[in-house]
Each structure stands twice: as C-alpha cells, then as structure tokens.
C-alpha cells in the first residue's frame, strides 16, 4: 500500500508542478493543511511544495493577490539568547474578502557555525532543551509575541539531525509550532552524537478544522427520538422470577416433595382399595387418595 | 484479538444493564442527603407582632431572601435570586409583604410573609447607577394605596405596595446630586432627599410624598469637602465625615438653612488621630465612628453639641437601634470576653446603665460578631426581653436569648470553595465505633420487619418503621472505614476561611474549623481561600498517623498579595502548621512523589514564576533534585490570551539564600491572535482519574487505541466580540475554536472551528475525550460537542502473531517527546438546557461506563450516559455496531425525567460537582454543592458487584431453615411410613 500510495503523490505533484507551470498566473487554493505522510518535503528550492488540493479547484479561486513574505526562525541552546537559525519565505496569499493566507512554505536553514556544534553538543551531555522561536505574526514580527517551542537535544540526532515542524496558522498569525523529530523519544534518553552536524528540515503549514456540523433531521426526529427515549425507558421493574424466586424455590420443593409423597402414597392406600375392589370395581386414579 | 474478544464480552455485558437509573420512592434519602443553606446575613427584619409563628427575614450575600423560624432556625422559606440580582435593601410593607431591592435597586419585589409566594414585581428604571435606598412608611397612603418610597438609579420612586405600580418617580439625577439618605415626615407627607453634589455641596430636596412635586430646593457648600457616607442621627440632623476623614461634620437641617458644625476627631478623644469611618448603625441621637482599632460612640447633644460618651475595642458590634415601647428605644453592643461574649443593651437616651446585660458562652472557632440584629418581646412577668440575632465571623448566623444560643445555622458551608475527601480511619480497637450498635436480638427483629414488608404483610406502621430503619440504619454513620468504600470525610473550604468535615452517610458535621490563617489580621486584610490538597495520606508505614490536608489561600484580591499555606489535620481539624504571609501563590502543583512520611510534595508557583518547595525539608528537596529534569507546568494568560509552558531550571539567586526555592524557565508558548480569539475556557483531566483500558474495540472487531495523557489540555476561545451575552453577536461575528494541547510540549494535536458559535463554554475532559457545551447562535440552540482523541502509532498493535512474539510497542513508555500520531473524531448534538457546570463519573478501577454529571440552569444534576455522545453514532447502525452499544444518531440529546441524579430536589445556585470514586467499581459519590449540599452515591452501571441494599438476608436464612426444617419432616415421615409398611 504505502510504495503505491507514494508513487500516486509523486505523481499528483508532478502534475500539479507542471500545471503550475503551465500556467503561471493561478494561483493554488488556501488550503494548506497537510498529511506528513503525504507530502514532507525537504528544503531544497526548486520543488517547491505543491498543494494537495485538486488541480480542478485551482481555477476557481484566482482572484487574490500574491507577495512574498519572510521570517526567520531563531535557536538558542539552553538559556542562550536566539540568534537567527533560518529564514522561512511563503507565499502570501489576499483574498477578495480581505482574508491573508500563506501558502508555499518554504524554509532554508543556515549552517551551523562551529561556536553552534560545540553548544549543541554541550546540550546533548546535558539533556538539556534545544529552543527555537518564530514571531507570532509574519507581516509584522514579532507580533504581539514569539512563539516558542523547544525540545531535548537528545531527542534530534538520528543520522543527521532530524527536525519537524507543523505550523499552526491562523491568517497570518501564527498560534503554534510543534518542533521535534519523528523519532521515539522516551526518558531516560540515550546521549548520541549525529554522524552529520546538518538539519534535515521538514516542514508542514497547519489550519483549523471545521467542525462536524450537527445532524439535522426533519422528519426523522419524531421517530427517532422516541426510539431513543424507549431504549432508555426499558422496564424498571423487576421480572417475576428475579422478584420472588425465594418463594418460588422452596415452593417448587414442597411441591416436588408433596409429589414423591403422594407417589409413595398408594402403597399405604392399598388396603382401602382392596376393600373398595371388593365392594365393586372402581376406576381408580394414579393421585387418588383419602 | 482474543483481547478484543473479552472486551467484546464486557462491553456486552454492560449494554444489558439500562441506560437510565431511577429511585423508588421509598429509595429518597437511603443514600443521598440534601442540606439547605442560607449565606452569610446581611440584613434581617423581624416578624412577632402579630400571634402566629414568629419569625425572621433575612437577605444574605448569596442573594438569598429566606424566612427563619424564630424557635428554631429552620427554613420556612426561601428564594434565591439570580447570581447578578443581589439584594440591596429588604422592608415588610402592610404586616404581609416582605419588599426587597435587588440588582443594584432596579428590581423591586413583594413576597407574601406566610409562604413566599412572589406577590408582585416591578422594574424601576433611572438614568444612572446610584445607591439604593428603601422606606417604607407606615402612615403614607396615595388613594387607597399604601406607598413604598424607594430611591435607585438616580430617581425617587413611588410604588403602590398592593401591586407595584409606579405612582410618581421624580429623576433627582438629573439635578445632578447623589442621594444618601431618604428622610420621610410622617407629620406633614414630606419627603427628605440629602446628597452631595460632587462633594463639596450638600443639597436637601424637599418632595410630596403625594404626587413626588419639588417643593424646596436648600444647598449649601462646605469648604472642607465631604467623604461620602452620611448618618442620620435625629430626625433633624445628620452626620457625616469631610473628605480628609478627620472631622465630623454634624448637618442641622432648619426651615430655612442647612448648618454645618465641625468638630475635630481629636477633640473628641485627644490621643486618638487618624482616618474616622462611620459605622452603618442607626443609634437614634448617638453614632459611633472607627478610628484606627478604636470605636467612639459619640452622642448629638439636643443644641448640636457633639459628647463623646464612650470608646470601645474595635471587636465590638453594635446593632440598630429598636424603638419597643412608648418613644423608648434601645440598642445592643456586644463585646468579646476570652470565651464569652458580653451582650448589652442599653437604652439610647441613657449610656450609663444597661437595660439588660448577659453574657453568653461561645465556640471560639466562630471569631467575632459581625453583625448584630434586635428585637424585643414581652416577657412572662410584662416586662421587656431582647433577643438578638448574630452573624459570626464564619459566617454563622445565632440566636441569642435569655443568655442563651437558642439555636445556630452554620451558614457557610453556602460559600463552599473547594472539596476533597480524606478516608476515615480503619476499625480497630483503638478507634472509637459509633454508639449506636445493634444487638441481635434488635438486627432480627429488623430483618423480620423488613420480611414482612417484602411479604407485603406489613401494616403502615410497620412500614413506617421499615422506612425510618433505613434512614438511620448506623451502618451508613460509622466512624470508621468501611469495604465498600461509601464512608469518608468530607473535607470543604469555604469563604469564610471555615474547613468542615462532612461525613458522607448522613452529612453531619464531624468537626469544622476557623482557620487562623486565613482570619482577618493585620498583616492579612482580606484573606480568600483558594484550594484544599492532599498534603498527607498515610497507607504504608505511616498507618497511624493522621492524613492531614493542605489549604491555601491568598491575603487579598489580586493574584500578586501574599499568600498563605495552612496544613490541617484531617481528624480533628486541628491546625498543625501554618505559614502566613508567605510568596505569592499563582498555582499548587503536587508532585506524584512523597517523602519518607508520606508527605506529598508540593510546587507552589508565584506570581514572578519561581517555584517553591513544600514541604521544606533537606528530604523533600533531594527527592525534588532527583526527578528535576522532569518537573513541567503550563500557565495560562487569560488577558494576554497566552499559553506557556516551563520547567524547572535552578535554584533561586535570591539575596537571601533559599533552597526550596527555584528559578524556572519558559519552554514553548502559543499566542492566540488578540484580534480572532480569546480564551474563555481552559480544562485539564483530573489528576486521580483511573482508566482501565487503553485499547477500545470497534464494532468490526477492530482495536483503536485511546491518546491517554495526563498532560491533555482543552482551550475553548471565542471571537473578542462574542464575550458578551448570548444574542450579542450576529453568528457571522462569532466562532468557537477548540483545540487540545499537549502541556509538556506545546503541541497543538486539535485544532477545530465551530463557526457561528459563542460561549460560555463548560468542559469536561476525561479519559481520551473531552465534551463541551456551547451556544449556537445559527441553529438558536445549545450544543454540546465531543472530541475522542486516537493514536494511531499504536495502531499496528492488532496482529496476533506481534503479540504473541512480542513484537509491539504496547508496551513501551510514553513520551510526549515522541511525535504524536493522534486521530480524532467528533460529533455535535443539541441539548436542550443551559449548562451551570458538567462533571464526569469515575469509578475506582475505570471499567464502569461513565456518566457526565450535567448540573443544569433548573440547579439540578442530569446523568448522561457518555454513549449517547459517542462521535461514531450513525443514522443506521449495524448490527455489530448495534452490539457494540452504538445507539442510533439523533440530533439532540435525550432529557429524561428519571436520570436526574437530585431526582426532585434542588442544589440552589449549584456551582460545582465533586465525583469520588467509591471502592466499589460499580459505584461512585456525587457531591453537588451551591447554596445547599447534596450527596448521593450513583451506579452509572448499576450496583453489578454487590447485592442492593433491600436484599434481606433474613429470608433467605429463614428459607434456608424452613427448607432443612422440611427435609426433616419429610424424612421422619418417610420413615415412620417405612416402618408401618414393615409392621403390616
């Protein structure tokens, strides 16, 4: 499944770049929520990172303006001050009604100096915090705030050092970034120097979801309604059996014991019915008795 | 898959029992009690003119108009006002109608005395808000209707007492002058209205109390300027302070002019100097000002003279005066003596001798008299008798008669502040047992009563006695711990800084505290209880120490004033430690380690975010040190509408060396857009939730696995505009954005928009879901939405063959380092009632399906069953889904008259749901608290585990023996049958 799954979104991208391509103007639809799975991209320049939506959407919703915007992403090792890390550049997308969305998030990562390796490994020895922050809104940092995420050194190197973020967007503020690598993570965390001081970057644009909207029914509600009231309506009472099962046993007992009783019985009566059979003969029943 | 299997089996199970539980009639008050509370009084009018019951209305700060029996302090009845309709003023109008103010005096209400009917209401309008002032005049009649004089909102109003019509209202606002007093001459029909203009003028209106004509109009200025408060002392003069609060200025209204005396504080008393206050209480010819911690008593000589007549200590409380008997009126004081309180009235023409003087024996855990009514009755032997009514400073209200409480409400448990629980002692030797044991001859004769009643044998007497058995059956009432778990203290805060111990069998108070710390001193002006936590539960090897609890609280109103830390016993209530006046306190984090005495340690974080250390011992802080690394809190910036999260970092570079004290560090934050949201709800999980399984069985024998984190986060935020009440925005102004956030991280795992949505927003998060009730401003509902949260990292733990080589991760750690994979499903539905606050079931182990416990607008409890919120509800069910216990999508919520847990009662102005799980899984107990407590226990899957409470045991002894019996007989029978055949 997943080998195929792929092959289709390669393709998908592949057909989206050259529509892209094909025509220049559009632009793509706001929608910039992303699987991980789907589409992660790496930070090289030219593939750039296409959107999911369907190409066919694409022609519906050209009539905004575009411009460029960047902002730049700031590290500190520990309870260092931020120094700048990299630089994210977006498309940033106006709609007719005034609503500003990014799109195409592209970010380059600078290199780490050697001052930056030596702090990071300190980090690593330490298991201390690796932080980063972006400014909360990206026309005009850093907005009211910066937002900061951070995550145990120990936590990045796997061959290189891995790094993820998903930016929660809304407009043009950002409220949140998740940072940290795909892999397993868990205390006590192992010290483990990456092979290569680089960052593989992988970055995904997030947007709200729309709430399910509440089912409405017309005509089924009177019906359905009820049918819900029943099932919690059901019988409080008791069944007979469950109520009086005490009376019930030692009832079923003496009857049962009246039975064999009266099974034994004819023995005792024989006499009487012999007399009987010599008065006449009489039709006598299994439960006769006197 | 064999799992899934067995839960396949115990959901089905649970699906046999009802969805709805119910009582039996004769089940109301078997295991749930229900106490009525007043508040604190803050104004009480007395009825024993007439013959008939005698009693007492009082108002209270918990907007309760109530009417006390006078003989023994129950409730004849009450009525509690809405949240923002406080009481300002209450009269009784025509011997039959109590007449109350409310809601800053726009509202005015009669109730009939006998019953509390609502006889009538008005809304009385004005232009500006203003003190509200209420006189009823006895005399005063209009046609035929006796009138009611009121001022509020700036205007004077005339009203009908009959039926509250508005007869005359004359704006006084407008003139520009704040009435502070209303002074009515029964002689000539005049109305007296004096205020301040600004505050150096003071004006004096004269009215017709007729038809509310201006018919004078007197100002004069004073050059000192005045404070604002204003006495009336006779019915010609009036006393009030200048505005630098050292002199009191007395006001002589003549026909014609108004005349000022000032006279220095200090020249009533030569060492005394500082800021005066006048206190409120209407002494007729003598008033009484508070100087530092001193009170003069100050008497208005008949030419205007000021003579101080007395100084007390500042404890003293004085009441208003009562006239009782031909122009003869009389006061009460009363004064504070080690252990005794000394009441005194005196007659206010005459100082020097007291009319009556007693002293009275009082729990010094009540603090002082706060407030202090009289009245007067006639004795046996024709002469006058007082009675007076107390407000104590925990809140108590008492009756005071003949030198003796007569009887007493403890009123401030209608102000609980938080509630936990503390277990009661186990039986052994030592521990005192309740009194009342059984014998047996009394256990048998009770199980024959009860048979008879099962056998329907039982006469109305006899049931009568069964029912009252019940109700006091002691084995509800023990002192001791017992194995279902049913019996255990109660432990509530209140406002009044008060700690009492409820038990849950019978809600008796066990022992109840004011706690010193948190009483009004010096150094604490106005201290506040904040939360109760467990400081110690003893269960290992400090099995004979007491559990004790810890109370914090703050001396002041904003989150920066000091702070203050109380441990208590959990047994006797008694203080063991105090810290006053400490750091800040802007949250507790208790910390799951403890010492070596089984102390819980805990984080107390102030307001410049450094944390300290409880308890401070070198223990406490080694164990701290151990596990710093992975100490995280999160804060939320209601304001700011930011979310931040920290962990610890070092120990504090303070001037003065403290090692319990640390520096912490901001990890991640998340900045809400200040001009699209802002926060209104924040809800965690409880921190002692219990949760069975991970793993839930779908329907086509699937597994999805439950996101279960300690460190789950719900944050509801609305659009800034849509803060206002309901109605206040168009639906395309609002949204509702809900999102779940990790707190160790910063993650935002849930991000989701309600659109045309407003608050205010209840939450309950519990397990790996979270429900919310909010307000749909396009369907012109309420709604209330679930989120379930899945991981799907967990997903791939389904193969057998995984499992059984141990090829899975079930049971690896959780890190919320690790990324998550979460997936989540939700659903909206109608509900049909406004929400107060929403609490969830918990049973000791978690197998227990769960109930929300919804209190609902009506101040009752609704338990929903969380099935009928399960996201994955369709239309058409299948079968498999339908045994699963899928009940089929509707679009609201179903109400039903019998899962209400308060069945017919009320908890007035129900502020919150405690849930305490029983040891029984089946079982779990309910503490509603507002004004009134209500307890019951609930079985949210019926009482599986255990036989019910009527199962008599004595019928199945007796068949038992009538079956052994008959066996015996049977077989003696049969022998004597034997040998008679032998015999033939």
Redesign the interface.
């Known amino acids: 499944m997943r080998p195929s799954m792929k092959s289709v979104a390669t393709l998908s991208c592949f057909l989206l770049l050259t529509l892209s391509l094909l025509i220049p103007n559009s632009s793509c639809f706001q929608s910039d929520e992303l699987l991980i799975e789907d589409d992660e991209f790496i930070k090289s320049p030219d593939l750039g990172r296409p959107s999911i939506s369907p190409p066919t959407r694409k022609t519906v919703s050209d009539s905004g303006s575009d411009s460029k915007v960047q902002f730049v992403l700031e590290h500190a090792f520990g ?1 260092s001050d931020f120094t700048p890390a990299g630089t994210f550049s977006a498309r940033l997308k106006t709609w007719s009604h005034g609503a500003q969305t990014l799109t195409k998030l592209r970010f380059s990562r600078k290199d780490l100096s050697r001052e930056d390796k030596e702090n990071f490994k300190t980090l690593l020895e330490g ?1 201390d ?1 690796y ?1 980063i922050r972006v400014p ?2 990206v026309i005009s940092p850093p ?10 050194a120990r ?1 990045l190197p796997q061959t290189g050092l891995d790094e ?1 973020f ?1 930016i ?1 967007m ?2 043009v ?4 970034v ?10 006590p965390r192992q010290f483990k120097l990456p092979s290569k001081w680089a960052f593989t970057s992988h970055t995904v644009l ?1 947007s ?10 017309s005509e ?2 009177g019906s ?2 009820i ?3 029943e ?4 019988p ?1 009472e008791r069944s007979f059996w469950a109520k009086y099962w ?1 009376y019930l ?2 009832l079923g ?2 009857v049962m ?1 009246a039975v064999t ?1 009266a099974m ?1 019985m004819p ?2 009566g024989q006499p009487a019915s012999q007399t009987q059979q010599v008065n006449g003969p009489l039709p006598r029943g299994p439960g006769s008795r006197r | 898959m064999a799992i899934s299997r067995v839960f396949t089996l115990l959901l089905l199970l649970f699906t046999v029992f ?3 539980h ?1 009582l039996y009639e004769d089940q109301v008050g078997l295991m749930d009690w229900h106490q009525q509370y007043i508040g604190k009084v803050k104004q009480a009018v007395f009825q024993t003119q007439k013959a008939g019951r005698k009693r007492v209305i009082v108002a209270t700060e918990e907007n309760v108009v109530a009417s006390l029996d006078l003989r023994r302090g129950e409730i004849f009845w009450r009525k509690v006002l809405g949240a923002k309709d406080a009481v300002d003023e209450i009269a009784l109008a025509l011997g039959k109608y109590v007449i109350t103010l409310s809601s800053e005096g726009s509202v005015l209400r009669a109730w009939n005395l006998p019953d509390g009917l609502l006889v009538w209401e008005s809304i009385l309008t004005g232009s500006e808000s203003s003190k509200s002032l209420l006189v009823v005049p006895e005399t005063l009649k209009v046609g035929k209707d006796s009138v009611i004089l009121v001022y509020s909102c700036g205007s004077l109003h005339a009203v009908s007492s009959i039926d509250g019509e508005v007869i005359w209202s004359k704006d006084l606002a407008a003139e520009g002058i704040l009435v502070q007093q209303l002074i009515y001459n029964d002689e000539n029909d005049l109305v007296y209205a004096v205020g301040f203009d600004g505050e150096s003028k003071f004006h004096l209106y004269q009215i017709n109390a007729k038809n509310g004509e201006l018919l004078k109009h007197n100002s004069a200025a004073y050059p000192g300027g005045f404070s604002g408060e204003m006495l009336l002392v006779t019915n010609d003069r009036l006393v009030t302070l200048d505005s630098s609060r050292a002199t009191v200025v007395a006001v002589e209204i003549r026909e014609e002019k108004i005349v000022f005396e000032p006279t220095q504080v200090s020249d009533l008393l030569q060492d005394v100097s500082g800021t005066a206050i006048l206190l409120p209480a209407k002494l007729a010819g003598i008033f009484a000002v508070k100087v530092n911690a001193v009170i003069l008593f100050v008497k208005v000589t008949n030419d205007g003279k000021l003579e101080l007549v007395d100084k007390l200590d500042h404890t003293v409380a004085v009441s208003d005066a009562l006239s009782f008997s031909e122009g003869q009126q009389a006061f009460a004081l009363v004064q504070h003596e080690g252990s005794k309180i000394d009441l005194t009235i005196k007659l206010n023409n005459d100082w020097s001798s007291n009319l009556l003087k007693e002293s009275i024996n009082m729990d010094q855990d009540r603090g002082v008299v706060q407030k202090m009514f009289i009245n007067n009755y006639i004795r046996t032997d024709r002469s006058y008798g007082f009675r007076a009514l107390l407000v104590m400073e925990d809140h108590s209200l008492l009756l005071v008669q003949q030198g003796e409480i007569v009887w007493s409400r403890e009123d401030s448990l209608a102000s609980v502040v938080d509630v936990t629980t503390s277990e009661l002692p186990i039986e052994k030797d030592g521990v005192s047992v309740a009194k009342v044991e059984h014998s047996l001859f009394e256990w048998l004769q009770g199980h024959l009563l009860k048979l008879k009643g099962t056998l329907m044998l039982a006469t109305p007497d006899d049931i009568v006695a069964i029912q009252k058995m019940r109700l006091q059956s002691s084995e509800k009432s023990k002192m001791t711990r017992d194995h279902n778990g049913f019996r255990k203290l109660l432990i509530v805060l209140t406002r009044a800084g008060k700690v009492f111990a409820l038990h849950t069998g019978d809600g008796r108070i066990i022992w109840s505290q004011l706690l010193h710390a948190l009483r009004k001193s010096g150094s604490c002006e106005s201290p506040s209880g904040l939360k109760l936590l467990h400081w110690q539960v003893p269960h290992h090897h400090a099995m004979d120490e007491n559990p004790s609890l810890l109370v914090t609280g703050r001396c002041g109103v904003t989150s920066d004033s000091p702070g203050v830390l109380s441990i208590i016993d959990a047994y006797s209530g008694k203080e063991v430690k105090s810290f006053g006046s400490i750091h800040s306190i802007l949250q507790v984090i208790p910390l799951p380690y403890t010492d070596s005495k089984e102390r819980r340690l805990h984080l107390v974080i102030d307001d410049v975010k450094r944390g300290h250390l409880y308890p401070q011992t070198p223990e406490a802080v080694e164990i701290f040190k151990s596990e710093f ?2 100490i995280y809190w999160y804060s939320v910036e209601e304001n ?3 979310l931040r999260g920290h ?1 610890v ?1 070092s120990n504090c570079v303070l001037d003065v060396a403290d090692e319990y004290c640390f520096e912490t ?10 001009e ?2 802002k926060i209104i709800t924040t809800v965690t999980r409880k921190l002692n939730e219990v949760v069975h399984t991970q793993a839930k069985v779908i329907a086509d024998e699937d597994v999805m696995f439950k996101y279960i984190s300690k460190n789950l986060l719900f944050v509801a935020t609305v659009s800034p505009k849509a803060t206002g009440e309901i109605g206040s925005v168009t639906p395309e102004e609002s949204c509702l ?2 999102y779940l ?1 990790d707190t160790i ?4 795992l ?6 045309g949505s407003q608050g205010p927003v209840h939450a309950v998060l519990s397990e790996n879901w979270v429900v919310y009730h909010y307000f ?1 401003l396009r ?1 012109h509902r309420y ?1 209330m ?1 679930v989120i379930e949260i899945y991981d799907q990292s967990r997903a791939d733990n389904k193969d057998v063959l995984k499992l059984v080589f141990g090829k899975h991760n079930l049971t ?4 919320s ?3 998550p994979d979460v997936v989540t499903k ?5 509900f049909t009632h406004s929400v107060k606050t929403i609490a969830v079931t918990s049973t000791a182990k978690g197998i227990t399906s769960r109930q929300l416990l919804v209190g609902t607008i009506g101040d009752q409890v609704l338990a929903l069953d969380k099935r009928f919120l399960d996201p994955r509800r369709s ?1 058409n069910p299948t079968a498999a889904e339908k045994e699963e216990g899928i ?6 919520l ?1 109400i ?1 008259p ?2 209400y847990v308060t069945h017919a009662l009320k908890v007035e102005n129900l502020r919150g749901i405690e849930v305490i799980p029983a040891k029984l899984e089946s079982t779990t107990l309910i503490f509603a608290y507002g004004v009134d407590l209500f307890f019951t226990r609930l079985a949210p899957s019926r009482t599986y585990d255990s036989l019910t409470e009527d199962f ?1 045991y004595a ?2 002894l007796i ?1 038992i023996v ?2 052994v019996v ?1 066996i015996f007989v ?1 077989w003696i ?2 022998e004597r ?1 034997e040998l ?2 032998k015999w033939r």
């Open positions: 309870d298991d915090f932080r909360s809104n907005g009211r705030d910066y937002i900061i995420s951070s995550v145990k936590c993820h998903v929660h809304d407009g503020n950002i409220l949140g998740n940072y940290g690598s795909l892999a397993v993570c868990q205390y997030k709200t979801e729309q709430a399910p909207r509440t089912p409405a029914f089924d509600i359905t309604e049918g819900g009231e099932e919690g309506v059901k409080l005490m046993i030692p007992l003496i014991n009783q034994n023995e005792e | 009802n969805l709805s119910s690394t992975n700011n509408g930011i962990a970092k560090r901001d990890l991640w934050s998340v900045v809400f857009p200040s699209t949201e954005v809900v956030i991280t910063g993650r935002i849930h991000r989701m928009t309600h659109h749909n369907a709604e939405s690896s750690p959780v890190s380092y690790s990324r939700s659903q909206s539905y109608f239309i009940i089929p999508l509707t679009d609201s179903p039903l019998q899962s008599s019928l199945l068949t009538a079956l008959a049977t029978l049969s049958k008679q055949e």
